[in-house]
């Protein structure tokens, strides 16, 4: 398995970034995923994921601000962050919903006030 998510950086309050992540080595058309978001000093919590046919879940703190969608053909999910806050500053990694040990590559995303 080889996750890789990018399109991190650092945005001002109220600014958008649109995150990308590339999945190989899992059936990804089958697999529900999710993205999950690791703040500093908390514990890594699931945001946002997306079922195999499209449906889509989010968490209360991003409802209404975050997208998420996925490209079966691609083997890609992404997450459209939106009217971002200093409170979504962390690192973001896509992931199943039942995601083991394995973790891959995250993405730093950083909001000033």
């Known amino acids: 398995v080889q996750l890789q998510a990018s399109g991190g950086g650092l945005v001002q309050a109220g600014g958008s970034l649109r995150l990308s992540c590339a999945a190989s080595?899992?059936?990804?058309?089958?697999?529900?995923m999710g993205w999950y978001h690791h703040a500093p000093g908390k514990q890594r919590e699931l945001v946002a994921d997306?079922?195999?046919?499209?449906?889509?879940n989010y968490a209360d703190s991003v409802k209404g601000r975050f997208t998420i969608s996925r490209d079966n053909d691609k083997n890609m999910v992404y997450l459209q962050m939106n009217s971002l806050k200093p409170e979504d500053t962390g690192v973001y990694y896509c992931?199943?919903?039942?995601?083991?040990?394995?973790w891959g590559q995250g993405t730093q995303v950083t909001v000033s006030s």
């Open positions: 992931n199943t919903l039942r995601p083991g040990t394995y």
């Open positions: 080595g899992i059936m990804f058309s089958f697999n529900a």
């Open positions: 997306i079922m195999p046919g499209g449906s889509t």
